[in-house]
C-alpha cells in the first residue's frame, strides 16, 4: 500500500535514471529495517510476557518444577533472523510491483490511484489467512479452557472445603512400631483439641496429588497359574488411612459400616472398598462380607465391612479405579510417612499455626512439610492445563488482534481509494446506508471466508492431533459449541474493525469527492 502510494515518486526516479534493481533494492532496504525495529519491540515484549508468566504461572505445580522461563540466544537468533526474513519475503513482491511502473501514464496522473491495489488477491489473502490462523489458535485455546473448566467442576466424591493437610516423617527421627502408634495418637488428640477442628486423619498419600500405591489384588476361588501361584484379579489403588479418614473426608457409606478404633493390629483385617471396586470384582452382589486379599497365599484375608461413594484419588481427569480403605494399624507397615488431614469449621489456613503449635508440643523435632489447604493441592495439579491455557490464549488474542487490525487497515485503505467512486455513488442518489452496506459487505467477505478456512483447518487438525485429545478432558477435539463461538467471536469482532472505515466512507461529501485528487 506504501508502494502504490509512492507510484508517482518511483516513477520520476526511474525517469531520472534510477535502476529498477536500486529501487527494488531500497525499498527491500526499508521494508527489512521496519521487521527488524519490529523484531526488537517484540524483544521487549517477550521479556515482559516473561516476567509476566513467572508472576502469574504456577511453577511448583506438578511437572513444572524447576521450568524458569528465560530468553535463550538460540530462539532469540532464530526470532531475529525471521524478522529478515519476513522483511524481504514480504518486501520483495511489493517491491518489484512498485518498481513496475508505467512512467508516462503514471506521471500525467493527477494524484489519483487506482483502487486495484486495495482489492487486489494478495491483500485480501493476507486477511484470510490472518483470520483463519486466529480460529485456529482461538479454537486451540477454547478447547483447553473447556477443559481446565471441566476439571475445576469435575466431581471429586469428597468435601475438598475447608481441609488443611500437611505431610510427616517420623520415621526418619528414629519413630517405629508401639513409638510410631503412641506418636499418631498423641498426635491426632492434640489436633483435635484445638478449638474449631472438627476431626483429624492421617493417609498414606493425600487426595490428588498424583501420588498413589497400586497393589494386586487376590480373590477366594481364583485362577491358579502354571507356576502353582494364584493369578491376580486385576489391580487396585490401595490406602493406609487413619479409622475415621472417610468421615474426616466427607465421603459418604453407602453400605455396611465405617472403619473403627477396633479395627486394630490385632482385630482381625478389614476393609471399605469403592463402587468401583464392587462392580469390577463382585458385580451384581452384595459386597458387604466378601474376602479379597493383597497376599496371594491368603485371598481370604482381608474382609470387606463397607461399601463408600467413589471419589477421585490420584487427579481429577484421572478414571476412578478400584480403591481399597485399609487401617494403616492392620497394615504391618505402620505410617512412618504419611499425611496429616485436618477437617475445620472455617477457613483452614487460619489454623495453620495452631496446628504447628499442637505438634510442637507433641514433639518440637517433627517436622511438617507441605502445609496446604485441600483445595490448593488439587489446584496445584491443574498447574499445566492453566498454564497452556493461558498460552494459547494469549497468542490466539494477539494473533485475532493482528487479524483485526490487518482487516482495518485493509478497509480503511480502501475507502481512501475509492473516495471518487463514493463520491459518484452518492451524487447518482445512492444513501449513506447503501454506502455503509457495500463497506462492510467487502470487509465481512474476507472475514467469512477467513473463518470458514479456519474453521475446516482447525475440524481435520483436531481430529488427528493426539497430544491435543490427550490434553482434553470432558470436551471432544471437534466441540461444536467452541467452533461456534470463536466463528461467532470473530466475525463481531471483524464487524467492529469493518464499521469504522465504512462510517467514515459514509461521510464523504459528494462535491469533495468529486474534485478528490
Request: overall charge positive; glycine content about 8%; aromatic content about 8%.
Given at each position: 500500500?506504501?508502494?502504490?502510494?509512492?507510484?508517482?515518486?518511483?516513477?520520476?526516479?526511474?525517469?531520472?535514471?534510477?535502476?529498477?534493481?536500486?529501487?527494488?533494492?531500497?525499498?527491500?532496504?526499508?521494508?527489512?529495517?521496519?521487521?527488524?525495529?519490529?523484531?526488537?519491540?517484540?524483544?521487549?515484549?517477550?521479556?515482559?510476557?516473561?516476567?509476566?508468566?513467572?508472576?502469574?504461572?504456577?511453577?511448583?505445580?506438578?511437572?513444572?518444577?524447576?521450568?524458569?522461563?528465560?530468553?535463550?540466544?538460540?530462539?532469540?537468533?532464530?526470532?531475529?533472523?525471521?524478522?529478515?526474513?519476513?522483511?524481504?519475503?514480504?518486501?520483495?513482491?511489493?517491491?518489484?510491483?512498485?518498481?513496475?511502473?508505467?512512467?508516462?501514464?503514471?506521471?500525467?496522473?493527477?494524484?489519483?490511484?487506482?483502487?486495484?491495489?486495495?482489492?487486489?488477491?494478495?491483500?485480501?489473502?493476507?486477511?484470510?489467512?490472518?483470520?483463519?490462523?486466529?480460529?485456529?489458535?482461538?479454537i486451540g485455546a477454547g478447547l483447553l479452557?473447556?477443559?481446565?473448566?471441566?476439571?475445576?467442576?469435575?466431581?471429586?466424591?469428597?468435601?475438598?472445603?475447608?481441609?488443611?493437610?500437611?505431610?510427616?516423617?517420623?520415621?526418619?527421627?528414629?519413630?517405629?512400631?508401639?513409638?510410631?502408634?503412641?506418636?499418631?495418637?498423641?498426635?491426632?488428640?492434640?489436633?483435635?483439641?484445638?478449638?474449631?477442628?472438627?476431626?483429624?486423619?492421617?493417609?498414606?498419600?493425600?487426595?490428588?496429588?498424583?501420588?498413589?500405591?497400586t497393589t494386586s489384588v487376590f480373590l477366594?476361588?481364583?485362577?491358579?497359574?502354571?507356576?502353582?501361584?494364584?493369578?491376580?484379579?486385576?489391580?487396585?489403588?490401595?490406602?493406609?488411612?487413619?479409622?475415621?479418614?472417610?468421615?474426616?473426608?466427607?465421603?459418604?457409606?453407602?453400605?455396611?459400616?465405617?472403619?473403627?478404633?477396633?479395627?486394630?493390629?490385632?482385630?482381625?483385617?478389614?476393609?471399605?472398598?469403592?463402587?468401583?471396586?464392587?462392580?469390577?470384582?463382585?458385580?451384581?452382589?452384595?459386597?458387604?462380607?466378601?474376602?479379597?486379599?493383597?497376599?496371594?497365599?491368603?485371598?481370604?484375608?482381608?474382609?470387606?465391612?463397607?461399601?463408600?461413594?467413589?471419589?477421585?484419588?490420584?487427579?481429577?481427569?484421572?478414571?476412578?479405579?478400584?480403591?481399597?480403605?485399609?487401617?494403616?494399624?492392620?497394615?504391618?507397615?505402620?505410617?512412618?510417612?504419611?499425611?496429616?488431614?485436618?477437617?475445620?469449621?472455617?477457613?483452614?489456613?487460619?489454623?495453620?499455626?495452631?496446628?504447628?503449635?499442637?505438634?510442637?508440643?507433641?514433639?518440637?523435632?517433627?517436622?511438617?512439610?507441605?502445609?496446604?489447604?485441600?483445595?490448593?493441592?488439587?489446584?496445584?495439579?491443574?498447574?499445566?492445563?492453566?498454564?497452556?491455557?493461558?498460552?494459547?490464549?494469549?497468542?490466539?488474542?494477539?494473533?485475532?488482534?493482528?487479524?483485526?487490525?490487518?482487516?482495518?487497515?485493509?478497509?480503511?485503505?480502501?475507502?481512501?481509494?475509492?473516495?471518487?467512486?463514493?463520491?459518484?455513488?452518492?451524487?447518482?442518489?445512492?444513501?449513506?446506508?447503501?454506502?455503509?452496506?457495500?463497506?462492510?459487505?467487502?470487509?465481512?467477505?474476507?472475514?467469512?471466508?477467513?473463518?470458514?478456512?479456519?474453521?475446516?483447518?482447525?475440524?481435520?487438525?483436531?481430529?488427528?492431533?493426539?497430544?491435543?485429545?490427550?490434553?482434553?478432558?470432558?470436551?471432544?477435539?471437534?466441540?461444536?459449541?467452541?467452533?461456534t463461538v470463536i466463528a461467532i467471536l470473530?466475525?463481531?469482532?471483524?464487524?467492529?474493525?469493518?464499521?469504522?472505515?465504512?462510517?467514515?466512507?459514509?461521510?464523504?461529501?459528494?462535491?469533495?469527492?468529486?474534485?478528490?485528487?
Open positions: 500500500m506504501r508502494g502504490s502510494a509512492r507510484r508517482k515518486e518511483i516513477a520520476i526516479r526511474l525517469a531520472v535514471g534510477a535502476s529498477r534493481w536500486r529501487l527494488i533494492r531500497q525499498l527491500l532496504t526499508e521494508s527489512v529495517l521496519l521487521a527488524i525495529i519490529g523484531g526488537s519491540v517484540g524483544i521487549l515484549f517477550a521479556t515482559w510476557i516473561k516476567n509476566g508468566l513467572l508472576a502469574v504461572a504456577d511453577w511448583t505445580g506438578q511437572g513444572l518444577v524447576g521450568l524458569t522461563p528465560r530468553i535463550d540466544w538460540r530462539v532469540l537468533a532464530f526470532t531475529l533472523g525471521i524478522c529478515v526474513l519476513t522483511g524481504l519475503l514480504f518486501g520483495l513482491a511489493p517491491a518489484i510491483r512498485s518498481s513496475q511502473v508505467e512512467l508516462t501514464p503514471t506521471l500525467k496522473e493527477a494524484g489519483r490511484t487506482s483502487g486495484a491495489i486495495g482489492r487486489s488477491w494478495l491483500t485480501k489473502s493476507l486477511v484470510v489467512v490472518q483470520v483463519a490462523i486466529s480460529v485456529l489458535l482461538l479452557i473447556r477443559t481446565l473448566r471441566n476439571l475445576q467442576h469435575v466431581d471429586i466424591g469428597f468435601n475438598s472445603q475447608n481441609l488443611l493437610i500437611f505431610s510427616i516423617e517420623p520415621g526418619l527421627i528414629g519413630y517405629k512400631g508401639d513409638k510410631l502408634s503412641t506418636l499418631y495418637q498423641n498426635l491426632f488428640s492434640r489436633i483435635e483439641a484445638i478449638p474449631g477442628v472438627q476431626a483429624a486423619t492421617a493417609s498414606q498419600h493425600p487426595l490428588l496429588s498424583l501420588s498413589a500405591t477366594p476361588g481364583g485362577a491358579i497359574g502354571a507356576d502353582g501361584r494364584r493369578v491376580s484379579a486385576g489391580d487396585v489403588k490401595m490406602l493406609n488411612v487413619r479409622q475415621n479418614f472417610l468421615e474426616a473426608m466427607q465421603i459418604p457409606l453407602l453400605m455396611g459400616r465405617s472403619l473403627t478404633p477396633q479395627d486394630g493390629p490385632r482385630a482381625p483385617k478389614v476393609a471399605i472398598v469403592n463402587q468401583t471396586f464392587a462392580r469390577k470384582y463382585f458385580p451384581n452382589e452384595n459386597v458387604i462380607g466378601k474376602r479379597f486379599n493383597f497376599d496371594d497365599e491368603d485371598p481370604s484375608g482381608i474382609e470387606i465391612v463397607g461399601l463408600a461413594q467413589d471419589a477421585k484419588y490420584t487427579s481429577q481427569r484421572d478414571e476412578i479405579e478400584p480403591t481399597a480403605y485399609f487401617p494403616y494399624d492392620q497394615s504391618g507397615h505402620p505410617l512412618r510417612w504419611g499425611t496429616i488431614e485436618v477437617r475445620t469449621q472455617g477457613d483452614p489456613t487460619a489454623y495453620v499455626s495452631a496446628v504447628r503449635e499442637a505438634v510442637r508440643e507433641v514433639d518440637s523435632n517433627l517436622p511438617i512439610n507441605n502445609v496446604k489447604t485441600q483445595v490448593q493441592q488439587a489446584t496445584e495439579i491443574l498447574s499445566q492445563e492453566r498454564l497452556f491455557a493461558k498460552l494459547l490464549s494469549l497468542f490466539g488474542v494477539l494473533a485475532q488482534s493482528l487479524a483485526a487490525i490487518g482487516l482495518y487497515g485493509v478497509m480503511a485503505y480502501s475507502v481512501s481509494q475509492r473516495t471518487h467512486e463514493i463520491g459518484v455513488r452518492m451524487a447518482l442518489g445512492a444513501t449513506r446506508f447503501t454506502v455503509l452496506q457495500m463497506i462492510l459487505r467487502q470487509g465481512m467477505l474476507l472475514t467469512v471466508v477467513g473463518i470458514i478456512v479456519g474453521l475446516a483447518g482447525a475440524y481435520a487438525l483436531t481430529g488427528y492431533v493426539e497430544s491435543l485429545t490427550s490434553m482434553l478432558f470432558g470436551v471432544k477435539p471437534r466441540d461444536p459449541m467452541t467452533f470473530l466475525a463481531v469482532i471483524a464487524l467492529l474493525a469493518c464499521f469504522i472505515p465504512a462510517r467514515r466512507a459514509t461521510k464523504v461529501d459528494p462535491l469533495v469527492a468529486l474534485r478528490y485528487e
